[in-house]
């Protein structure tokens, strides 16, 4: 495991070591898929975005002049990489309406689909189970799952001990995943 801070890891890629930027890729992307896939249509935009992004930063990294964080700057570059996607879409006319009277056939490409109603169900159980779990399992929960954070950095996050955060985080999903009908969750 490598301690260096976003800051460390920064310099050291610039000044060429290469190992660094994986480090980085390895902390943010999990977060900068959750931006990317906030902005796409399916799950294979959002993987596009995310390494349009990511090559970017690795391009301009030397630019990041440490005036916010890294995941900061790494979000902009997702969000603005899913901007460029967007209007690449566009300019070829791959739009898509909810309003178009016409269906789209969502069979076409069953892994590129993506239908919300769906998962509805599962979605609404999933955000009462959440509800009901005790702060300090729907913390662990979230920083780990959710936020992307090591188990060490949870840890000194919420003031624990990793195993707690570690104990914690298993309950909550043991949890959840009871309660949604699936089950036990993988450690």
């Keep these: 495991m490598d301690y260096r801070n976003d800051r460390q890891l920064v310099a050291d890629y610039v000044g060429g070591d290469r190992h660094a930027f994986k480090i980085i890729v390895r902390r943010h992307r999990q977060r900068m898929h959750l931006v990317a896939r906030s902005y796409a249509r ?30 900061t700057w790494l979000h902009r570059m997702t969000i603005n990489a899913a901007i460029d996607h967007q209007r690449k879409d566009d ?36 955000r009462q189970a959440l509800a009901v779990l005790p702060t ?18 949870a840890a000194a ?8 955060v570690k104990s914690r985080r298993y309950r909550a999903r043991e949890a959840v995943a009871a309660a949604i009908g699936e089950g036990a969750p993988a450690r």
């Design 42 to 71: 399916n799950e294979q935009d959002a993987q596009d975005i995310v390494q349009d992004a990511l090559f970017k930063a690795a391009r301009s990294l030397h630019t990041y002049r440490g005036d916010a964080k890294l995941s």
């Design 91 to 126: 300019r070829a006319g791959a739009k898509y309406s909810l309003d178009d009277d016409a269906a789209v056939d969502i069979d076409a490409n069953k892994y590129l689909a993506y239908n919300p109603m769906e998962s509805m169900e599962r979605t609404m159980a999933m």
């Design 136 to 153: 300090a399992q729907r913390k662990a929960l979230w920083l780990i799952d959710v936020a992307g954070m090591s188990v060490g950095d």
């Design 157 to 164: 996050e919420l003031g624990v001990r990793p195993g707690t």
